[in-house]
């Protein structure tokens, strides 16, 4: 399979743990992003790298949110911290760097996390 | 900053009959995405329009993004169930993507 993977698929945590997950992007892409989706809503940018570099942060996102791109391959997604209105589906996704090509984005399966 | 807003928010059809979902900007868009979501699946990418009233087809699918470059539209022609989900329509400058709400399609065989 060559499309983008996410791990775990699912997560239950308690309130006040730490999470990570892990997104792997389409290989060729050196774009990789990160969103968030609630129930009814569509998905919600929080940030995005090229290669290593991490471009954009959204202003809506904690501090409790880090992400990292160590080697401009994989991805992971940290939130410390949690708290009950992290619970959402955490989309990964990835596009080459070029326009109009970095507008049409393979997305993950998501790995949905439920803080309890 | 942008915003997309989508109407209706569902829309629930006889197997056959035609659907279109629209989204306005209050603000002029340099692209505008078409996505569809499954139940239980993640976005998909359907089609990118960056010029000033382009139409693309897609089979049974037609998309128009208005010539003031503020609103798209997605019609999909005698609808099937395989066309069940939610179409969302987002745009983009640097490959951010603001994303609207979504329209929710239900076909009813």
């Known amino acids: 399979d060559t499309g983008v993977s996410q791990d775990p698929r699912h997560k239950i945590t308690k309130r006040g743990q730490n999470v990570t997950f892990r997104c792997d992007p389409i290989s060729e892409h050196n774009r990789l992003y990160w969103y968030r989706q609630t129930l009814g809503q569509g998905p919600e940018f929080l940030t995005y790298f090229q290669n290593e570099a991490q471009l954009e942060k959204s202003r809506l996102l904690s501090d409790r949110f880090s992400a990292e791109r160590p080697k401009g391959s994989f991805s992971t997604l940290e939130i410390q911290r949690t708290e009950q209105g992290d619970s959402a589906m955490y989309l990964c996704a990835s596009s080459g760097d070029h326009w109009p090509s970095y507008n049409e984005q393979f997305f993950g399966p998501g790995t949905r996390l439920t803080v309890l | ?109």
Not at chain 2, 20 to 26: F, G, P, Q, W
Not at chain 2, 31 to 42: A, S, V
Not at chain 2, 49 to 73: D, H, I
């Open chain 2, 1 to 109: 900053g942008q915003q997309v807003m989508q109407i209706p928010q569902y829309q629930h059809v006889q197997e056959g009959e035609d659907f279109t979902t629209y989204c306005n900007s209050s603000t002029t868009l340099s692209n505008i995405q078409w996505y569809k979501q499954r139940p239980g699946g993640h976005p998909v990418f359907l089609i990118q329009l960056v010029k000033s009233g382009e139409v693309k087809k897609q089979k049974r699918l037609t998309f128009q993004f208005g010539e003031a470059k503020k609103n798209s539209s997605l019609h999909i022609t005698a609808t099937q169930t395989t066309d069940v989900g939610t179409y969302f329509c987002a745009t983009g400058n640097t490959g951010k993507l603001i994303f609207g709400q979504g329209t929710t399609l239900q076909v009813k065989p």
